[in-house]
């Protein structure tokens, strides 16, 4: 753990559950990306604008003038105020917007945005490379200044308390990402763009994970001192370990003040890929109720068709008494890679 608590850093990434002007999401494009599933992913979409646009903006890629018009047709049916949709023309592959979109941070009161480098989660995917130009071409878009902070990170990677912890894991930014670099210089780095002034370091994410080790699978903050920590019960499901070695860690650590803080185990979904599915055939899906968004008034989980889904809605719910819970099916979501915290991402209020 890296820890530094006198450090006045120049910027502070708030937490989640603070107040959003925004959230930015990229419309699915690619069928083949969704292994043919595109009608149903769109649904999903729907579902998730529907209970977001309600208490904040949407702002939303699309392709272009015609990708425009048909969204609209499909928000129109679905009853969504179309006044609270921005949409922004874009060429994109990806529509995992956590990773690629801004990372918004305050600098005192102002707000900015950080620019990091996307490359195809540790160049396994070239087919993505052009998505880290996506918002290098929107940014005189954004009316914020942009920072440009010259290494490569995912949005998905880290996860802060707003107060000035963050965790992550090794097996993502340390053995995946930037390996020319040592803890010692991500600390620096999420020091100085993020307002870091201590770095909780967990070990490894779910296995199947094509991100290697994002943190939003596998513990989140519900609050400044409270961390829902993904737990596998099964011993002899091969997440066990993983996840049991970072509860531990987890128990022994300490926020930038000092104190400890309080765990919650948060049960895991199971759910395999489809036979015959030409990407994984068969394997465990890399899916967690840790994935989950939180939105001004609302929280989003996504759901796995799994018998655990109501006792993890339930301990989210708990969390956030004043959010209405809502539980969306990403059964089909997944097959691109991801779920409802990775295809969204947040624009505080300025």
């Not at 099964?234 to 930038?256: A, C, F, G, H, P």
Request: with cysteine.
């Amino acid at each position: 753990m890296f820890e530094n608590r006198e450090l006045k850093n120049k910027f502070l990434m708030p937490a989640e559950w603070e107040r959003h002007y925004a959230t930015w999401l990229a419309w699915p494009n690619d069928d083949d990306y969704f292994g043919n599933r595109i009608k149903s992913v769109e649904k999903i979409y729907l579902q998730i604008i529907s209970a977001l646009h309600k208490d904040e903006f949407i702002k939303l890629l699309v392709l272009d003038v015609n990708e425009e018009s048909r969204v609209r047709s499909l928000m129109s049916e679905a009853k969504i105020d179309l006044s609270k949709i921005i949409f922004y023309h874009a060429k994109y592959f990806d529509v995992w917007m956590r990773d690629y979109g801004p990372i918004f941070v305050r600098e005192d009161q102002k707000l900015v945005w950080t620019k990091w480098i996307y490359d195809g989660y540790g160049k396994k995917f070239p087919e993505l490379f052009p998505d880290n130009e996506v918002f290098e071409n929107l940014k005189d878009m954004i009316n914020h200044q942009m920072i440009n902070a010259n290494i490569v990170l995912e949005g998905g990677a880290i996860e802060t308390n707003g107060h000035g912890t963050i965790l992550t894991t090794e097996e993502c930014l340390l053995k995946n990402r930037n390996q020319n670099m040592t803890q010692e210089e991500n600390n620096k780095f999420l020091s100085e763009f993020l307002g870091a002034k201590n770095v909780i370091w967990l070990n490894r994410g779910l296995l199947n994970d094509h991100t290697d080790g994002h943190i939003d699978e596998i513990a989140r903050f519900v609050s400044p001192t409270k961390i829902l920590c993904a737990f596998e019960n099964d011993t002899q499901n091969e997440n066990y370990e993983r996840l049991l070695e970072n509860y531990k860690i987890l128990e022994n650590s300490l926020d930038q003040d000092g104190n400890k803080f309080e765990i919650v185990k948060l049960p895991m979904p199971h759910m395999e890929y489809a036979e015959g599915d030409k990407k994984y055939h068969g394997k465990q899906a890399p899916v967690s109720y840790a994935n989950f968004y939180i939105s001004n008034k609302t929280v989003l989980v996504s759901l796995f068709g799994d018998p655990n889904g109501p006792e993890a809605v339930a301990i989210i719910k708990n969390c956030f008494p004043d959010r209405e819970v809502v539980g969306i099916d990403c059964q089909d979501l997944i097959y691109g890679g991801g779920a409802i915290h990775c295809i969204t991402q947040q624009e505080p209020e300025s």
